[in-house]
């Protein structure tokens, strides 16, 4: 039976660019892939443009613990490289508010040039190839599927991302793949994600946008603050700066620490509290109803809550409403919804400057799998294609 020097499992973001890097150095190699086709989660990416990386990665945009990790991946495979790299695939990309995106704005673009060099570099991808065991042979590995195919390889390569839209793929099976081979697995989270609320006030105003500043608060500790659109919705808060704050608040609620978690709502982040005030207190010697006292500064649908807004409080107390509306978070979307995962592979398991497990030989990893934490904006992609160039050359 063919034995490969290298099984990628994953024919995601990470495991497709690691087996360009491999192949590129006249490996053999396999990549095994669990759906019937590669990169479904690439073609969601960045809401079908695919923010590919941001014009200032570095280590300081991921977390502490995995710093060190970072950065001696970016030393060999950084910003610059990563451009070069699709520009050379034939992909050009441009930059907006520092988010890098493919000049046709179409994520499928980034999945077809990494297809197109795959197949030029004749890399076999099998599909439909669920690992589901994984044994050490002599000399390798022997990498088992759930439809009982077998292949052996001499390194083996785990890129099966996080455990985020199970749908696109990565559902968390590599996890017990991993942990199956000694390795401890950080408990995994899901994050960016919207947040569900009881109240009211959300189920009135479902479908309303606005600009809004958002804390979390976990115990009365503000834990993580965005600004950008809110959305209202039947079951609580999304929107990018929902999105974008929540991971601290998903962790507190998953992990069960905290037990008030809040996000306070600035509705009107324009004003500070006092021109606010002083607002109101204009409108409301001019003899404007409770109704009407918002128009103006809030979408008008908030007409129907202005009583729970102004209620029967003075300019001040209704300004201070305006500027810090408490929502009791109830819980997130969940694993369906969120963009990211937090957890996966310890870091300290990982070797710096291969990917290479460290207690595991001619094991490594690339990608989410790893407990690799980052913001949105590209930095999550990023890490994806460095992480999978750097593992791909399996040193
Ligand atoms: C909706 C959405 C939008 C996003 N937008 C952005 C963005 O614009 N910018 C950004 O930086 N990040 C974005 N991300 C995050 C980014 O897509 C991921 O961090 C990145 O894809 C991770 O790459 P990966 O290779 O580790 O995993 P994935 O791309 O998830 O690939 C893993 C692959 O492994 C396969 N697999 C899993 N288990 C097995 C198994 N047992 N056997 C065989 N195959 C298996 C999966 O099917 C999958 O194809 C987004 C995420 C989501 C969900």
Redesign the pocket.
Known sequence: MKKYDIVI???????LVAAISAARKNKTVLI????PV?????L???GGR???ANDNIGPSFYNPQAQGLVESIFYQFGKEKIIEFFKDLGLTVYSQDGRIFPVTNQASSVLSVLEIEIKNLAVPVELN????EISKVDGGYAVLAKNGKKVFCGKLLI????R??PA????G??YD?AAGLGHKIITPMPVSVALTAKDPFCHLLQGQKIFAGVKGIVDGKVVSIADGELIFTKYGLSGTAIIDMSRPVSCAIHRGYGRDIEISVDMAPFMDKDALAAEFKRRLSKGFSREDLFTGILPNKFRIVSKELAGGGDADTIAAVLKDRRFKVSGTRGWNEA??TDGGVEVSQIKIGTLESAIVKNLYF????IDIKAP?????????WAS?FVAGLTR
Request: hydrophobic share 35%.
């Open positions: 499992i994953g024919a995601g973001a990470s495991g095994c892939e669990r759906m590669a990169g479904k989660k690439i969601a990416s960045g695919c923010n590919l190839f669920e690992v589901s890129a099966g991302g996080g985020t839209y696109l793929g990565s559902d099976s590599c793949l963009e990211f690339c990608g989410e799998i949105r904006g590209g930095y999550n992609l990023a890490w994806a999978g």
